[in-house]
C-alpha cells in the first residue's frame, strides 16, 4: 500500500484517518496555495510524518506569509480553509460564493464547460 501525499492531507484526516468534507476542503486549500506557488506544497512534508507534523503546528505562524503571492479575495478564504479546526472551515458552498470564485472568466469558463456536457436537445 502506497503512502498518501502528506503535502496534502488535512491534520485531522492524517491524525483520525476518517475523510470528511472539512478535510476536502483543507487539502484544496493546500492545491490552491501550490497553483499559486509554482507547484511548492504550503507543508512540503517530504514523506515525514515528523516534517508533516511540526509544518501543521508552524501552519499558523507561516500562514500569513505564504498567503501574499495569493489574489486578496482569496488570501482571506484560503486563511479560512487552512485552519487547523475543521469547525472552523467554510463549506462548499460558501466557497462558491467566494468573490474569487465569480470572476466572469470563471464563470465563463464554467459556462463553456457545463454547456460540453448538455446533450444537443439541451443546447437549443
Known sequence: MAQPDLDFMAPDLQIHGKATQACDIFSLGLVIHA?????????????SCQQYHRRVEE??????????????????LLEKMLDRDPKHRPSAQLLSMNKYFQDPLLLALEGLTTCEAKSMEQKK
Open 35 to 47: 497553483v499559486f506557488n509554482g507547484g511548492v506544497s504550503l507543508l512540503d512534508a517530504r514523506r
Open 59 to 76: 501552519l499558523p505562524v507561516n500562514l500569513p506569509k505564504a498567503l501574499t503571492q495569493l489574489p486578496c479575495e482569496l488570501s482571506d
